[in-house]
């Protein structure tokens, strides 16, 4: 007489609560095998994550006008040799003291990182004043108070190393001369 084995797929069982349960504890035996399948791809995947290659290094300075900060300046910092340059571009604004943090924006995950990669960078500077409904009454010219002067990679004497590890760069120093005339 031929025995029968035991059926893993679902059978067909007029009682609902029963069909229930069965196929309630068929799924929660797949989830098991496949989470326990799972383990060391997830493994693998957050090995690869971990490269200093993706890392963001904090990094902050300071701008001055003469010996003063200057307040509003922007920094862009362009990616030069030995910085992995994938489209991201760190920058800072200065605060009323003249002091910046670095952050980078990654716009393929949208999210703001705080520092920059590890490499050699080129800074941009430009000084645009906030525009105020006084100063468009007035008639006041809102353009860079640096006349563009440091705008671009070419005339931007200002170089840094963003290092791993926290940086504190050097100041950004300007001079009273390189400010547009009546734009102070």
């Known amino acids: 007489m031929r025995r029968s084995r035991p059926s893993t797929h679902l059978r067909l069982t007029h009682d609902p609560l029963t069909a229930f349960r069965e196929a ?8 098991w095998k496949s989470t326990l399948n799972s383990i060391p791809f997830l493994f693998l995947l957050s090995s690869m994550g971990c490269s200093g290659g993706d890392s963001f290094y904090p990094a902050q300075g300071k701008v001055l006008l003469g010996d003063k900060p200057a307040e509003g300046v922007t920094l862009l910092f362009i990616p030069g040799p030995g910085a992995k340059d994938d489209g991201t571009k760190p ?54 108070k640096l006349a563009n002067r440091y705008g671009n990679t070419a005339t931007s004497p200002f170089k840094v190393e963003i290092k791993p590890g926290p940086n504190d760069l050097p100041p950004i120093k300007l001079a009273e001369s390189d400010v547009r005339k009546g734009s102070r």
């Open 24 to 31: 309630l504890t068929s799924m929660n035996r797949f989830r």
């Open 91 to 144: 920058s800072a604004k200065t605060g009323p003291d003249g002091s910046f943090t670095v952050k980078t924006f990654d716009a393929s995950t949208r999210t703001i990182h705080e520092g920059a990669r590890a490499g050699n960078y080129t800074v941009l500077v430009t000084w645009i004043p906030d525009v105020t409904a006084a100063s468009l009454d007035k008639g006041i010219s809102v353009g860079d």
